[in-house]
């Protein structure tokens, strides 16, 4: 619980974006593992799920908030590939 309080507060004084998204990932997977510890101490298996839903809502809200903060970055950048046979010489 020490480190979920750790983690929040370099959330809270990070200084940069990427820091901030950076703990607030971490402070979304130590939530995750406290609620499936719970649900293991419980035998109530079904908050597994919110688990889940908890860290892919968090996984997707993450990388939505990198694509806003580096929009121009995203883009695939791929040499232009030349057709193979051309490159191959027929031997006759």
């Known amino acids: 619980m020490i480190l ?3 983690v929040l507060l370099r959330a809270i004084i ?9 703990s607030i990932n971490a ?3 130590k939530i995750s593992v406290i609620i499936l ?3 293991f101490l419980r035998d109530d298996f079904g908050i597994i799920d919110v ?6 809502c ?3 809200g993450g990388l939505g908030v990198l694509k806003v903060v580096t929009h121009d970055d995203w883009k695939l950048k791929v040499s232009k590939l030349e057709n193979p046979a051309n490159d191959r010489k027929e031997t006759n």
């Not at 990070?14 to 950076?22: F, V």
């Not at 688990?51 to 892919?56: D, E, G, K, S, T």
């Open 4 to 6: 979920v309080l750790l």
């Open 58 to 60: 968090a996984f997707v």
């Open 51 to 56: 688990a889940f839903v908890f860290m892919l």
């Open 27 to 29: 402070l979304t997977s």
């Open 14 to 22: 990070g200084s940069t974006l990427i820091d901030r998204l950076i």
């Open 37 to 39: 510890l719970v649900a």
